[in-house]
């Protein structure tokens, strides 16, 4: 860490610098512009890429009449990446890579084993060469800068799941990772199910930054009730983090073993209904019917006794 009164210096440097170049870089260099993300999370001992662009009035210019610098702010020759490799810092040597190609527009650049005290700023410069041979005109852009935040620890993977776990029915668990690597993307490992249920995925949030997502899908058993299942994060470096849920598979439930019964139960009491019905009917008519031949009987005997 550097002394306040140096800091200062330090700031009050890179305003003049910033000044000067808003002042000076469009009288000789036209309408130069770079888009740098400001700022970036980098996992320490893991790698960062961090997305740059630039535009020239000219349009694309071919690669080789393009130099691009990545440089420690405000210090032009403290140079991080350099296509002459003898001018890079001892400290950043073989670490650095323009993984875009200056011909597209494209100076994003590569920072692998981050170490704690990358954090920059790094700041973007082009050099243009003129089509006649002759010196190199120098345009650069100071007030385009990288913070890098470092995390010392990589973040924890996150497990989600829409539905519950059903015996018997495929079970989709979604395991979500987020990082800033997307050269070197951190590879997800379950703990369980077949490389061919998983499907990956990984897409930019925003200028950046990304998220690795690998999707789980198995049909769960019974015997899978309250049993764990972990998904591993293993990042470019080789440092892990993981994430492990303890699965609930409800059971589809049979209920033959009520159903059966009741309806058996039912259709019985139904047939021995109708039945009782039936002979109750008959009973009856035939009871009307011994009635009203009994009472003519009755009135035919009555009849004759008066006689
Ligand atoms: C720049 O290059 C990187 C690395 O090749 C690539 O991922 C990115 O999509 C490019 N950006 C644009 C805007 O083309």
């Known amino acids: ?5 140096t800091m200062d210096k330090d700031r009050k440097m890179m305003m ?39 535009t020239h009035p000219e349009g694309n210019l ?28 001892d400290n950043f040597k073989g670490r650095t890579k323009l ?3 200056l011909g597209q527009s494209n100076c994003t650049l590569e920072i692998i084993e981050i170490k704690d005290h990358d954090s920059g700023p790094f700041c973007f410069r082009i050099e243009l060469r003129p089509k006649e ?7 650069s852009f100071v007030e385009q800068c990288v913070d890098l935040k470092m995390l010392p620890d990589p973040p924890k993977p996150k497990l989600t799941h829409l539905k519950s776990a059903v015996q018997g029915l495929p079970f989709v668990l979604t395991c ?19 490389a061919d249920g998983i499907t990956e995925v990984n897409r930019e949030i925003h200028a950046g930054n990304w998220e690795m997502q690998s999707i789980l899908t198995f049909i769960p058993e019974d015997e899978d009730d309250h049993s764990d299942v972990t998904c591993t994060s293993t990042f470019n470096g080789g ?3 993981s994430k492990t849920l303890t699965l609930y598979v409800k059971r589809t439930e049979n209920y033959n073993h009520i159903i059966i019964p009741t ?10 209904a109708v039945f009782i019905i039936l002979i109750v009917k008959k009973y009856k008519s035939r009871i009307v019917e011994l009635q009203s031949q009994e009472g003519s009987m009755w009135n035919r005997l009555s009849r004759l006794s008066r006689r």
Not at 1 to 5: D, E, G, H, I, T
Request: glycine share 6%.
């Open 1 to 5: 860490r550097k002394p306040q009164s």
């Open 16 to 54: 003049f610098g910033l000044l000067l170049a808003a002042f000076v870089s469009p009288v000789i260099a036209g309408e130069w512009r770079a888009s740098v993300v400001r700022s970036l999370d980098a996992l320490v001992s893991s790698c960062v890429v961090i997305p740059c662009s630039f």
């Open 62 to 89: 071919p690669t080789s009449r393009l130099r691009g610098i990545w440089h420690i702010s405000n210090q032009r020759d403290q140079c991080i990446y350099h296509e002459d490799n003898t001018l890079v810092l």
């Open 99 to 101: 993984l875009g190609h």
């Open 133 to 139: 041979t002759g010196t190199l005109e120098k345009f």
């Open 176 to 194: 979500t990772v987020l990082h800033t690597c997307p050269s070197r993307a951190p590879k997800l490992t379950w703990s369980r199910g077949t």
């Open 239 to 241: 440092r892990t983090s």
């Open 263 to 272: 309806v058996a139960a039912i259709g019985t009491a139904l047939i021995f």
